[in-house]
């Protein structure tokens, strides 16, 4: 019960966001107020059907969509679980594609490891908004034992390669693993 409880609230807040976000018109790379719309409910019932499934933690994984397609990052703990996110994803009725950037790597971190990757987030998320030539806001940033992965749906590759350059010139990163997607194109 708590756990659909979480997903409704987690989809309900997703919903309540999108008027607060702007709009316009459709371009190849940009969606239309009315595909940002559509965008944004898809994650929500992807994000819900995940919070649902016992098996998946929805919680660590991302869920980003650019007109259909689905896009999963975070880390888990085994192929199974990367696995089954991404038939629990490909289910969601107006999904049409999902590209699994699911990292599996073991999460036993001590509350120390914790703090760290929370800060080297911080401070990766704080170069990419430094950055006049990348959006902060599409560009998603997760960290496990000091590694970080990149997610989200870009224009073209030199933002992708512009953002690993970024986020691997930060001190204390171990490694990048730059999941960003380009735009697909309508």
Do not use: W
Not at 75 to 81: E, L, N
């Amino acid at each position: 019960m708590n756990r659909k409880l979480r997903s409704h609230a987690l989809a309900a807040s997703l919903v309540l966001a999108v008027p607060l976000l702007p709009a316009c018109s459709s371009t190849p790379t940009q969606e239309s107020a009315g595909q940002f719309i559509d965008s944004s409910v898809l994650t929500a019932k992807v994000k819900s059907a995940l919070a649902e499934d016992p098996m998946t933690d929805a919680l660590e994984i991302g869920v980003e969509t650019y007109k259909g397609k689905v896009q999963l990052s975070g880390f888990v703990d085994d192929t199974r679980q990367k696995l089954r996110a991404e038939q629990v994803a490909r289910r969601v009725d107006g999904v049409v594609g999902v590209d699994n950037g699911l990292v599996v790597q073991p999460r036993s971190q001590s509350v120390g490891e914790y703090v760290d990757d929370a800060t080297l987030t911080a401070r990766v998320k704080a170069r990419i908004a430094e950055d006049p030539r990348l959006n902060p806001f599409v560009i998603g940033v997760e960290t496990q034992r000091g590694v970080v992965q990149l997610s989200g749906f870009v224009d073209d590759r030199s933002t992708r390669t512009l953002a690993t350059r970024v986020a691997s010139n930060t001190p204390g990163i171990k490694g990048v693993r730059n999941s960003l997607a380009l735009k697909p194109a309508s």
